[in-house]
């Protein structure tokens, strides 16, 4: 599943299974949390084998948006890579780390990331996004993965003196504009084996500096949605965010981070390659 078009006037897509992009605007629903409520997926699969080889194919040059209309929440699980605890100089968590994350920074796969007003520690991680489908509340672990409706590759881009040094939570370091690109891809999730085995990496300039697996995992993706389902109910199109493994930019010694004109490129495999470039917020004035 994808979305495309103009920030903010973004409509639905799919990719077929020749790799073509084709828009689903004449499906007539956008995915948000009513799709994945009634079944869209399954919905969209049946128009996707009567109508969808007929369907308009996407532009190459089409912007390409958050592959998600719209989520109530997305749950960021902190330190879930026992390398990644050790480089924060934490300890690994002995229950998941949970931490929220503003959807206002939802962005697009290739949309710029703005280094914040006044920010001197923005950072970068690379993690995979397990897209809720439907309602969930005290669900046990052994059904958790049946209320998954897919995954996404998600930069959970991260300002440190922000979340480190102000006091209070993390979500003051988490919740910017343009720090939650999204995509390119939903992929449902018959499309994925194992959420457990899965490759993930990132790159900055072309150098690779976070190369791990999901198996590294601390909590694994059932166990989280199993212990988050007991604190909040999780809704259709909600997001939770996995955890990144080491690499990022404050494990360096000395600690790296995010310079205007960096070109920063993650993916999760099966879940295609995402891009940033990095700019200031002050090469934005004028422009916003």
């Given at each position: 599943l994808i979305r495309f078009g103009d920030l903010g006037h973004e409509m639905p897509g799919v990719?077929?299974?020749?790799?073509?992009?084709r828009s689903a605007a004449g499906f007539g629903e956008d995915y948000d949390s009513k799709f994945f409520s009634s079944d869209g997926v399954k919905r969209l699969a049946r128009w996707v084998a009567e109508q969808g080889a007929e369907a308009p194919v996407i532009s190459s040059d089409a912007r390409l948006g958050s592959p998600l209309a719209a989520c109530s929440k997305i749950v960021c699980v902190g330190l879930n890579y026992a390398k990644h605890a050790a480089e924060s100089g934490m300890d690994t968590p002995a229950q998941p780390v949970l931490f929220f994350k503003a959807t206002?920074?939802?962005?697009?796969?290739?949309?710029?990331?703005?280094?914040?007003?006044g920010s001197v520690k923005s950072d970068w991680e690379v993690e995979?996004?397990?897209?809720?489908?439907?309602?969930?509340?005290?669900?046990?672990?052994?059904?958790?993965?049946d209320h998954v409706a897919g995954y996404l590759v998600h930069n959970d881009v991260s300002e440190r003196e922000f979340q480190l040094e102000r006091g209070g939570?993390?979500?003051?370091?988490?919740?910017?504009?343009?720090?939650?690109p999204l995509g390119p891809w939903l992929v449902t999730k018959d499309e994925i084996s194992d959420p457990q085995n899965l490759d993930l990496w990132l790159k900055i300039n072309g150098e690779t500096l976070q190369s791990s697996n999901t198996s590294d995992m601390v909590f694994g993706v059932a166990h989280l949605i199993?212990?988050?389902?007991?604190?909040?109910t999780l809704l259709p199109g909600d997001i939770i965010s996995t955890g990144t493994p080491s690499g990022v930019?404050?494990?360096?010694?000395?600690?790296?981070?995010?310079?205007?004109?960096?070109?920063?490129?993650?993916?999760?495999?099966?879940?295609?390659?995402?891009?940033?470039?990095?700019i200031s917020y002050e090469s934005t004035l004028g422009n916003l």
């Open positions: 990719i077929l299974e020749d790799g073509s992009q206002s920074a939802i962005a697009g796969p290739f949309d710029k990331i703005i280094i914040p007003r995979l996004g397990v897209v809720i489908g439907k309602r969930t509340s005290y669900v046990e672990e052994s059904q958790a993965l939570q993390w979500v003051k370091g988490k919740s910017n504009d343009t720090f939650a199993s212990y988050i389902s007991q604190y909040m930019g404050l494990g360096f010694d000395p600690p790296r981070f995010f310079q205007h004109g960096d070109v920063v490129e993650l993916g999760v495999e099966g879940l295609g390659v995402s891009r940033q470039e990095v």
